[in-house]
């Protein structure tokens, strides 16, 4: 008897699921990088800006206001 080396056969069907190519947040058009957002986006996602699904949240305004305010000075320096 001789033993066969088989290797298990590929589904046929195929389970892989694109992932997105580009930013999760509305009407950006920009690559993603990580986790699903652009370099901008994944920032504002990492300050609250918007949550994981790309969704502002309903204080944007006053959350947009505090994260410009904070990073004023970072640009100038």
């Known amino acids: 008897m001789a033993k066969e080396n088989k290797a298990p056969a590929p589904a046929a069907g195929g389970n892989v699921v694109a992932m997105p ?3 999760c947040v509305e009407k950006c058009t ?4 990580k986790m699903n957002f652009c370099a901008e986006h994944y920032t504002w996602f990492k300050e609250g800006l918007v949550n994981k699904k790309g969704q502002k949240p309903t204080d944007f305004d ?4 505090a994260y410009m305010m904070r990073n004023k000075g970072k640009k100038a320096a």
């Open 21 to 23: 190519t580009s930013c």
């Open 30 to 33: 920009s690559k993603s990088t």
């Open 62 to 65: 006053k959350k947009y206001q």
